[in-house]
């Protein structure tokens, strides 16, 4: 699996943003290199757990309105100003499908459920992929997003860690107990 | 309800995120809610020295008025007459400056996606636009990648300089003259509806067909913000050889970019991305479900004793399953051993073993150990007597069920791999089916959207005047309005004051526009000054009106009959308005 990396800054990176944000909470239009570096990101993360390609628009413009109102409540935790913002996405879009009385969606391809299979060393067959969809849409929110970060959008779990506010190891053990259920699971699938 | 769950969704392009993504619209919004959730905050309620501040303030205005209203009536009066003053001083609205007299009468302008990226040449009529590549740029300097719509319109008479309401007096050196028009054009970018910009130090060259083809034009930039006609350079007129029809070149236009249209993509994806994947899964599925078909091994058939030196071994031969079969087996010692002699046979070795050969299932290797001394042979496996007899039986029954589990495996096998082949082919066959959905719909959309291009080019070949004399070559580096035009003083010899008069009454118009057509010059009266026609008594004129959602025209028959009486009566006569009349305007005017 190919992990995605673009969620990485180096020190300086993180210096850099920091100066922004800043500038941003004296002057909110100052907050426009923000607002155009992690504007697709968070789309993308919502319309990943969405059905609707409009509402995920517009979710992720009250996500940008939310961040630069609550600006100046921001405080630099050493990681990327992303993780506060996915952060304000999973609120947003948790309470938008509470009032919709709607449930998320998920969104993933073959190649994805293939891994999960072959990580289980078990083998995919096409057939299999109702009884998947089954197992994935069951687990609860927690484990779902886990899931999702790691073998959906292929994030490292020091970026999963930094978005759900835990560390890198106990991602890494939660991760762990839910891959043994997901194989408990699997194995029982036939054909 | 359950949770939705998508497999393989198509993503959404970056462009259609970047059209979504509008910072000014979320200042605005993060301003708006400022302003509200300000004006919710009653905390300062709360805060006695403001409201102590209030009610002082309070008294002190109250027994100001009430002090006002019963000693000094005198000034209460004074107040009206100031209120009055300012109401009739009230300055007049600021006019825009290019103001079309009629808002229904709209002439189309036409639009060309175009690659930024590659030198792109744009067709229109018989004018040509030469973009080079990488020529814009955004608002922040950034250079644009990908797509751009490019805006252009041809303004060549008088009607189409009418109804555009772009001003055709130039201010040269403090006298104002009106501007004989060789052709004008606008000319504008976008990308996402965002306004884009000419790189500095790039241009575009504009080679616009022309109706004249005399030299004594010059070419001028509209400054839309200092509201006046800018010379650039003298125009020279080039001469083309034939004249080429609009629809000649609607071939050669700019192919319009129709791989984005949703149901293309949709179809496209189907094609190369999700009927593939299926294919591969398929066969993933299938190779595996082969793999795990039984496996069965065959028999090994046993061997008869050669003479050679031989060892009978006592132990299990767990470990090479293909022995079990066998009783009494004797290992004969290969020629290949040259360590080997017939002491072998005295010693009382200690510990031996047996390990799998060179050859897998046939020979075996044998390693024999006596103190420090350690020996290694090749052994074949073998029989002789009627154990070999016994072996001989066994094997011939296990080599008939093994060849009849075998041929039940292949014929397995054959049945997977021949289902495969089906959904295999059956995924193809759909692929080609899609295909050509593809190719009809990609011609049905491409003739959709040649046809609608051909009836803009018609409508707009309709407004122009058949024939191109010339081409004016203009190299800009701004978009905006651009004109090849000659400057005239307005003659000074005849002046008259006109009324207008429709069936005897009389019309009070928005604009005046007066064509001189000896000249070809069209101007309009100045609203806010008296109004006045000035002409040359040798020259024919026509005059077009707009009152209210109607246009009435002086024909160059009723001018004429008018100005020859020294009468300043002008009959009009209505002519119809809406959208595609701007023709029977030109009719009207006699263009």
Not at chain 2, 316 to 343: I, M, S
Not at chain 2, 469 to 485: E, H, M, P, Q, V
Request: a positive charge; one cysteine or more.
């Amino acid at each position: 699996m190919t992990i995605n990396s673009h969620y990485h800054h180096t020190d300086a990176q993180l210096n850099d943003e920091l100066v922004i944000i800043e500038a941003a909470k004296l002057n909110p239009e100052k907050f426009a290199p923000l607002y155009n570096k992690y504007y697709k990101q968070i789309f993308n993360y919502l319309y990943q757990r969405m059905d609707c390609k409009e509402t995920a628009f517009d979710v992720t413009g009250q996500v940008f309105l939310k961040a630069l109102t609550n600006l100046t409540n921001y405080q630099f935790k050493g990681v990327p100003f992303a993780s506060w913002l996915y952060r304000i996405a999973h609120n947003e879009m948790m309470q938008l499908f509470r009032n919709l009385k709607d449930k998320r969606a998920v969104n993933a391809d073959i190649s994805d459920l293939k891994f999960i299979c072959e990580e289980q060393s078990e083998p995919f067959f096409e057939e299999y992929l109702p009884a998947l969809k089954q197992i994935i849409s069951e687990l609860d929110e927690e484990d779902l997003q886990l899931v999702e970060m790691r073998y959906f959008e292929k994030r490292p779990f020091k970026e999963i860690a930094e978005i759900l506010n835990t560390t890198e190891g106990n991602a890494k053990v939660k991760m762990h107990r839910i891959i043994e259920k997901l194989k408990v699971k699997i194995k029982k699938i036939k054909l | 309800m359950p949770t939705k769950f998508n497999i393989e969704r198509p993503p959404i392009s970056d462009d259609e995120i970047n059209k979504n993504k509008n910072f000014d619209q979320l200042l605005k919004q993060f301003k708006n809610q400022s302003i509200a959730k300000a004006r919710e905050d009653r905390t300062w309620w709360k805060n006695k020295k403001i409201v102590y501040r209030t009610i002082i303030a309070g008294a002190i205005i109250t027994c100001t008025v009430t002090y006002l209203a019963l000693f000094n009536n005198s000034k209460n009066n004074t107040t009206v007459n100031d209120k009055l003053t300012t109401n009739v001083l009230k300055p007049a609205p600021i006019e825009k400056f290019i103001q079309a007299p009629s808002t229904a009468l709209k002439q189309s302008t036409a639009k060309y996606t175009v690659n930024s990226n590659k030198d792109q040449v744009i067709t229109h009529n018989n004018s040509q636009i030469k973009i080079p590549k990488n020529t814009f740029v955004n608002k922040q300097g950034e250079e644009i990648v990908g797509d751009v719509t490019i805006e252009y319109q041809e303004y060549h008479d008088a009607a189409d300089i009418i109804v555009s309401g772009i001003p055709m007096q130039y201010d040269s050196a403090g006298t104002k003259k009106d501007f004989e028009s060789a052709g004008m054009f606008k000319i504008n970018g976008t990308q996402n509806s965002e306004q884009i910009y000419i790189r500095a130090g790039k241009t575009i060259d504009v080679e616009m067909a022309s109706q004249n083809a005399e030299n004594k034009f010059n070419q001028y930039y509209l400054d839309t913000i200092a509201k006046k006609w800018n010379y650039i350079k003298k125009d020279e007129a080039q001469n083309i050889p034939q004249q080429k029809t609009a629809f000649a070149n609607a071939n050669k236009k700019v192919t319009p970019t129709i791989e984005s249209n949703p149901k293309l993509t949709t179809l496209r994806n189907q094609i190369d991305v999700l009927i593939p994947k299926k294919i591969d899964s398929v066969k993933t599925v299938y190779t595996k479900k082969i793999e795990l078909l039984p496996k069965y091994k065959e028999p090994n058939k046993p061997s008869r004793a050669t003479g050679r030196p031989n060892f009978v071994l006592d132990g299990n031969y767990n470990e090479f399953p293909e022995l079990k079969a066998f009783d009494k087996l004797l290992f004969e010692v290969g020629d290949e051993n040259k360590n080997y002699n017939k002491d072998f046979h005295e010693i009382t070795w200690s510990d031996l073993k047996v390990k799998e050969g060179p050859q897998k299932g046939k020979n075996y290797l044998l390693e024999l150990t006596y103190r420090n001394r350690k020996e290694k042979l090749i052994v074949y496996p073998v029989l002789e007597g009627a154990d070999l007899e016994k072996a001989e039986k066994t094997y011939s029954k296990s080599l008939g069920d093994y060849n009849s589990l075998l041929t039940k495996r292949n014929e397995q096998e054959e049945k997977l791999k021949a289902e495969m082949l089906a959904k295999q082919t059956a995924y193809i066959t759909q692929q080609k089916m899609l295909e050509e959905k593809y190719k009809k719909e990609k011609d049905l959309i491409l003739a959709q959207m040649q046809q609608s291009q051909a009836n803009q080019l018609q409508s707009q070949f309709k407004t122009m005047d058949n024939q191109t004399k010339a081409t004016r070559l203009f190299t800009i580096s701004n978009f905006g309005i651009y004109n090849s035009d000659c400057p005239h003083a307005r003659p000074n010899d005849n002046s008259v004051r006109p009324i207008f008069v429709h069936n005897s009454n009389p019309l009070n118009p928005n604009d005046i526009y007066v064509v001189d057509h000896s000249r070809k010059v069209v101007y309009r009266l100045d609203r806010s000054a008296e109004r006045v026609i000035s002409y040359n008594a040798n020259s024919i004129y026509s005059i077009c009106i707009f009152q209210k959602n109607k246009i009435y025209l002086s024909n160059k028959e009723s001018f004429a009959a008018t100005i020859s009486e020294n009468g300043n009566k002008f009959n009009v006569t209505p002519i119809s308005e809406s959208a595609d009349n701007i023709v029977d305007l030109k009719k009207a005017l006699e263009l």
